[in-house]
């Protein structure tokens, strides 16, 4: 299969290419590489569909689960549960899932609603905490992913609303901050990197965000535009495209719906 990029960024792709959103679920694939035998707590669509990906092809040791209560050998697609399909390997109750985490044997990949330069998550509110303009989800379980296991981020839209100079409330911990306190609660502290629909960053040595990659058709001028503080593309090269195996997989196993174009926007 000759591979290209879509030049759209939603809809139904054009031949063989490879949409926005596919490109953004093989780069958060790649982000579970090497993770091991680990739980993935994968928060939203595109990264649900990349575990499970990442579990077919290049990490068949990675534990995914329905999205409720139960490990899958084979998951459903995405927007069923176990009912639907699939093989089961065990039932996980909400209460062993903390047992998990504070084993360190969790990888996580979640949202953000702010982030700064340093990797600090907001997911809380928006705005003076004693009066925010915008009330969110609250700091849920950001501090412990943060301090416990290996912590990514996707952002389905990459702007200067959220990425900000600052957080108005610290849920997941940055680098600035685990530095400063080197004690042993945060010794397991591991920010990977960030993935949205423009980009892949990682964390330069003093622990700032640094463009890895740009995906097809994205300038580095587009990633620093929509950046609410200075950012290195120097050493940006091109995020890579799936291969003809991913994109079947992702079109006819693990989404044959198309949820993944409904989150990454034009």
């Given at each position: 299969m000759n591979v290209s990029i879509d030049d759209r960024t939603t809809g139904e792709p054009t031949g063989t290419?490879?949409?926005?959103?596919?490109?953004?679920?093989?780069?958060?694939?790649?982000?579970?590489?090497?993770?091991?035998?680990?739980?993935?707590?994968?928060?939203?669509?595109?990264?649900?569909?990349?575990?499970?990906?990442?579990?077919?092809?290049?990490?068949?040791?990675?534990?995914?689960?329905?999205?409720?209560?139960?490990?899958?050998?084979?998951?459903?697609?995405l927007g069923e549960t176990a009912a639907a399909g699939g093989v089961v390997e065990s039932w996980?109750?909400?209460?062993?899932?903390?047992?998990?985490?504070?084993?360190?044997?969790?990888?996580?990949?979640?949202?953000?609603?702010q982030i700064d330069r340093y990797g600090n998550q907001n997911i809380s509110s928006i705005g003076d905490r004693r009066t925010p303009t915008r009330q969110l989800i609250g700091v849920r379980g950001a501090p412990g992913n943060t301090v416990n296991h290996r912590t990514d981020y996707w952002i389905a839209h990459h702007s200067t609303r959220i990425f900000t100079e600052s957080v108005d409330v610290v849920c997941g911990v940055g680098n600035d901050r685990a530095r400063r306190h080197p004690t042993q609660s945060l010794r397991f502290h591991d920010l990977g990197?960030?993935?949205?629909?423009?980009?892949?960053?990682?964390?330069?040595?003093?622990?700032?965000?640094?463009?890895?990659?740009?995906?097809?058709?994205?300038?580095?001028?587009?990633?620093?535009?929509?950046?609410?503080?200075?950012?290195?593309?120097?050493?940006?090269?091109?995020?890579?495209?799936?291969?003809?195996?991913?994109?079947?997989?992702?079109?006819?196993?693990?989404?044959p719906t198309?949820?993944?174009?409904?989150?990454?926007?034009?």
């Open positions: 290419g490879a949409t926005r959103a596919e490109v953004c679920i093989t780069a958060c694939s790649d982000a579970w590489r090497d993770s091991g035998e680990v739980l993935a707590h994968a928060v939203g669509i595109v990264p649900m569909i990349s575990a499970r990906l990442a579990r077919l092809t290049h990490s068949p040791e990675l534990v995914v689960n329905d999205g409720e209560c139960f490990f899958m050998a084979e998951a459903p697609p996980v109750p909400f209460r062993l899932i903390f047992d998990i985490l504070n084993s360190g044997k969790r990888h996580s990949m979640m949202g953000a609603s990197v960030v993935i949205t629909d423009l980009a892949v960053l990682g964390y330069d040595p003093e622990g700032h965000l640094a463009v890895r990659s740009l995906h097809p058709g994205v300038t580095a001028a587009d990633v620093r535009d929509a950046t609410g503080f200075e950012i290195d593309t120097s050493g940006a090269g091109t995020t890579r495209l799936p291969d003809a195996r991913e994109l079947e997989l992702i079109r006819t196993v693990l989404d198309g949820m993944r174009e409904r989150e990454v926007r034009g």
